[in-house]
């Protein structure tokens, strides 16, 4: 093994993406393998733990035997194994975690356990080679919302969170009510494009105690009422105008907050990342406001905003680089902080 190049396996398959990558580096993607059940799941309108986890089995395998062959490695000339433990569906979790060991303990190399949120902050490393902390990130996904002051590549700090629902759960929720099907986050967007984002006026959640948290339980059943009430008085719904209303209404506050945040911690680079960094027009709008303020902007491209193995290759870089090691018996954990250690 050289300085100069670290290959590490990273393996994700906290949720319903099965995803192998190796990363040299921790910047330059060689594979990044995702096999998506998106599908499977569509029907139930959400992830059912125990069909995502039988369907990680049958993908792990193949999965890391494809992403081998596209970096043109052998398991041999890896350098260590990186595994999302925490925080996720804890079948799905183990899938990950246990071939993550038997590799590890069978190739005698080092195990590295990686938060899978810290994982979607590291996906920034390989979008933007030159990004270095400290910087505030906003993570938005199907699970969590949250603004980290990320003050070294392994020390984070939780600065602002929701009370309630996840920024991409409203998304979820909200195209469940209006008949849109599943995951509501991408079809939610293209529709706003052709919707007035002026049309209905849906609440925006802040907190007076100088908190930066979020909370999306409002706008969701302020979207669910407005729709309800249009139905019993006979009257048009237009799913174009709801969209680009509650989009905004949502991507304000995730962007006000952000801001504030920034200019507390006196940072001049704002990330963003997860599922809901997919959003363009949450990547837009935190751009302007960015721009405005003299703070950078940087967020990945679609590809490593949503589940995928590269994010958490990228991690474990960092947490081999520093020898944090994980033990043979490490475990999955399904709820664990950003930060926290097990
Ligand atoms: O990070 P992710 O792939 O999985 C979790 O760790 O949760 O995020 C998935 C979430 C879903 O809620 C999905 O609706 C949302 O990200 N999402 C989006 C978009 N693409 C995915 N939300 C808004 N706009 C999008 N374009
Ligand atoms: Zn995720």
Redesign the pocket.
Same mark, same amino acid.
């Given at each position: 093994m050289s300085e100069e190049s670290v290959v590490i396996l990273g393996i994700e398959t906290?949720?319903?993406?099965t995803s192998a990558a190796i990363v040299r580096n921790g910047r330059e993607v060689l594979a990044n393998t995702i096999s998506t059940q998106m599908d499977l799941h569509k029907q139930y309108g959400g992830v059912v733990p125990e069909i995502a986890s039988r369907r990680h089995i049958e993908s792990i395998l193949p999965v890391i035997e494809e992403t081998l062959k596209e970096a043109k490695l052998t398991l041999e000339e890896l350098d260590a194994i990186a595994v999302t433990y925490a925080p996720?569906l804890v079948g799905a979790l183990l899938v990950g975690v246990s071939t993550a060991k038997a590799l590890s303990f069978s190739l005698k190399k080092p195990l590295l356990a990686v938060h899978? /949120?810290e994982g979607?902050i590291a996906a920034n490393y390989i979008a933007h080679p030159g990004l270095k902390p400290p910087y505030i990130c906003l993570v =938005?996904? #199907?699970?969590?919302t949250l603004i980290v002051y990320v003050k070294d590549y392994t020390c984070f700090e939780i600065v602002g969170k929701t009370r309630d629902d996840?920024?991409? !759960?409203a998304?979820?929720k909200v195209?469940r009510t209006l008949n849109l099907g599943?995951?509501? #986050?991408?079809i /939610? !967007?293209?529709l706003a494009r052709k919707g007035n984002a002026n049309a209905v006026h849906f609440p925006r959640t802040y907190f007076r105690d100088n908190s930066l948290d979020f909370s999306f339980s409002g706008i969701k059943t302020s979207v669910l009422q407005y729709v309800r009430s249009r139905e019993v008085k006979h009257e048009e719904i237009v799913v174009e105008d709801i969209a680009a209303s509650f989009?905004q209404a949502v991507l304000e506050v995730l962007v006000k907050n952000t801001l504030i945040a920034a200019k507390s911690y006196g940072v001049d680079t704002v990330a963003i990342s997860?599922?809901?960094?997919?959003?363009?027009?949450?990547c837009d709008l935190m751009e302007q406001s960015c721009d405005s303020q003299g703070v950078s902007c940087v967020y990945p491209s =679609?590809c490593l905003?949503?589940?995928n193995a590269a994010m958490i290759a990228a991690q474990g870089y960092q947490l081999f680089t520093r020898k944090k090691y994980a033990p043979l018996d490490l475990n999955a954990i399904p709820y664990l902080k950003v930060g926290e250690k097990s």
């Open positions: 906290s949720c319903d993406e996720g899978h /949120i979607h =938005v996904s #199907g699970g969590h996840a920024a991409g !759960e998304f979820d195209a599943y995951p509501g #986050g991408p /939610i !967007e293209q989009q997860g599922g809901v960094a997919a959003n363009r027009a949450l =679609v905003c949503t589940d």
